[in-house]
């Protein structure tokens, strides 16, 4: 979650939008934030404390192999995955590029970041609901759903 933007800016963001009608009314998803101790409890000094917190659990080997294999073709802005998504022809995938974050060493530095801040995270949040993330998308969606639908 560290990045270009100053951290006081991202929380006075967050706050002012959580203080509109439309979020008081119909709700609101953050993904991606609080990413972690200190954002965590700022948001619950904002008064808007959220209803449901979900930590979408894979293992380390997973988020890798979802990560260092991607890549966008340069051309069209398609996305593939060597494994699960391959480009259909040499001429593509001579135009695939990945990410300069998704390269080894920065997915490992993040993933210990991550691995770190989501253990503050969950001491903040201890009724977070745990969804298992390594099952295909759409299942997790639908264990997502189901624990959104109920109270």
């Not at 997973?62 to 040499?90: I, K, N």
């Not at 759409?138 to 639908?149: C, G, K, Q, S, T």
């Amino acid at each position: 979650c560290s990045g270009p933007v100053p951290a006081t800016l991202v929380l006075q963001a967050v706050k002012q939008r959580l203080s509109r009608v439309d979020c008081s009314s119909r709700g609101w998803v953050l993904h991606g934030f609080p990413c972690n101790w200190h954002q965590a409890k700022c948001l619950q000094g904002f008064q808007h404390q959220p209803n449901r917190v979900f930590f979408l659990e894979v293992t380390d080997q997973v988020c890798l192999d979802r990560t260092t294999l991607r890549a966008t073709d340069r051309v069209s802005g398609e996305r593939y995955h060597t494994v699960t998504r391959p480009a259909q022809t040499v001429e593509v995938q001579h135009r695939l590029q990945a990410a300069p974050d998704d390269s080894l060493e920065v997915m490992l530095e993040r993933l210990k970041r991550y691995r770190t801040e989501s253990a503050d995270l969950q001491s903040v949040f201890p009724d977070a609901v745990h969804i298992d993330a390594v099952q295909k998308s759409h299942n997790v969606f639908e264990a997502l759903e189901r624990r959104l639908n109920t109270n």
